[in-house]
């Protein structure tokens, strides 16, 4: 780029490299006497007028520098002496005057539409040399900014990237996405495609892409500050609330059925962005590229999610106490409540379309009695499995783990068929005794069992 063929003149002190480093950087000291200006362009007019050895015509009432005899004349006359130039070239349209030929001709092309003056770096033509020079300004200011901003990403290059900045793309190159400005849709390069993480969290050493990621995550984490989100945005059709006109976009898809987001791999579809980059990561984490980094790790079992909500709903519900109560049966849910109230009502909406058997669900499971698949294998024996239960149930001859005992004689079982059929010895013996609930008239054998069941009536 000559970005500093303009402003550079041959001078015995600088050279030319540093002189585009001067306007690159848009310094405002002078690098001769040190004299410090409020702005880039000040500072340059300094120093060509004082220490540029080209003009060797001084002033000598200011010490001003020209490059001939003539303008030193034309400056004593003006500054000094106060007497104004007579402006001797007139436009034929308006009637404009102007002291210098060239000035004229640039103010015709005004008028004739000519724009001579072409910008190298972005190809713009201008009517005169001095709105030339005032774009170029622009320019070089830009140049700094993106020698601060660019990051790595793989795909993009240095070069790549100061074109981008230049023409001020507002549209992703890697995603497609379309931002307001040139600005924000760098920043999103940087927050979203970049592969460098700079910024690390001195409380628990995690990496973040910006700075911004890494303030969001210590307020929320380490100090506990929730950010307050208004929920401005209602859906005319359920009613609920969201923070963004994203979001409810998002969500009106919902209600249409449409699905504008397609996978660019196995072209699945999905109604929401958020969606189809879940999907997304599942391809990265299955083909090994997605980092224990990026994902959310159970501080209990050391399971890794894709996504923050699963792993605390996880937790929530696998380790700790959360579960629904079923008010009929008094039984504590942890799976889905809605799958366990088919006990009670018969109903069975899954129909498999082989053998045409009614389910209460899960018909991914029954398929494998079709297809003979055993996908759950022992690592310990080897042996498979159609389901995941049959497995853990299978372990517990490896672990010794035999969780139901029998509160009549004391023997313990690992599966709870063998331990339903044992107490049915029981109450064929006449061992078993029936106390009934007085709130959903449940019968049980003991007193410390009818205790637990009343405690999930009245807490």
């Not at 000291?29 to 007019?45: A, F, L, N, Q």
Request: with cysteine; glycine share 6%; charged share 30%.
């Amino acid at each position: 780029m000559k970005l500093h063929a303009i402003h550079f003149r041959s001078e015995k002190n600088l050279t030319s490299e540093e002189w585009r480093q001067l306007v690159i950087k848009n310094a405002r000291k002078c690098p001769i006497c040190g004299d410090r200006y409020k702005s880039g362009t000040d500072m340059r007019r300094h120093y060509r007028d004082l220490h540029d050895s080209t003009r060797k015509c001084p002033c000598e009432v200011c010490g001003k520098r020209f490059n001939s005899i003539k303008r030193v004349k034309q400056h004593r006359k003006v500054v000094h002496m106060g007497i104004k130039q007579k402006k001797k070239f007139e436009c034929a349209h308006c009637s404009k005057t102007y002291l210098s030929r060239v000035g004229l001709e640039d103010h015709i092309n005004n008028h004739t539409g000519e724009k001579g003056h072409i910008c190298e770096i972005c190809n713009r033509d201008f009517y005169s040399d001095a709105m030339l020079k005032r774009h170029l300004v622009k320019h070089s200011r830009m140049i700094k900014e993106t020698s601060e901003e660019f990051v790595e990403t793989g795909s993009i290059t240095r070069e790549e990237w100061y074109k981008m900045v230049l023409q001020r793309v507002k549209t992703c190159p890697l995603c497609k996405k379309t931002y307001q400005s040139a600005k924000g849709m760098r920043l999103h390069i940087r927050e979203v495609h970049s592969k460098v993480r700079p910024h690390q969290c001195k409380g628990c050493g995690k990496y973040f892409k910006s700075q911004r990621h890494l303030v969001q995550h210590e307020r929320r984490v380490h100090l506990g500050v929730k950010k307050i989100k208004h929920s401005n945005f209602e859906c005319f059709h359920c009613g609920a609330k969201f923070i963004s006109r994203t979001h409810i976009a998002d969500h009106m898809t919902s209600h249409t059925g449409i699905k504008n987001h397609v996978c660019s791999i196995c072209q699945s579809t999905y109604t929401t962005a958020r969606g189809l980059k879940r999907h997304n990561k599942n391809h990265l984490r299955e083909a090994g590229v997605l980092r224990a980094d990026e994902m959310y790790k159970c501080d209990k079992c050391d399971k890794l999610f894709i996504e923050q909500s699963e792993m605390v709903q996880h937790r929530d519900w696998v380790h700790g106490d959360k579960c629904y109560l079923c008010k009929i049966c008094g039984a504590r849910v942890k799976s889905n409540l809605k799958a366990h109230m088919r006990i009670h009502t018969g109903e069975r909406p899954v129909c498999c379309h082989i053998c045409g058997k009614k389910l209460r669900g899960k018909l991914k499971d029954h398929m494998l009695t079709h297809t003979g698949e055993r996908p759950f294998g022992c690592e310990v024996c080897g042996s498979t499995y159609k389901y995941k239960y049959y497995l853990a149930v299978h372990m517990r001859k490896h672990t010794g783990e035999r969780p139901y005992v029998c509160n009549y004689c004391g023997h313990s079982f690992a599966a709870r068929p063998a331990f339903n059929l044992h107490l049915k010895r029981h109450t064929e013996r006449g061992d078993v005794r029936h106390i009934e609930c007085q709130v959903c008239k449940k019968s049980f054998s003991s007193e410390e069992t009818l205790d637990v069941h009343l405690a999930e009536h009245f807490g």
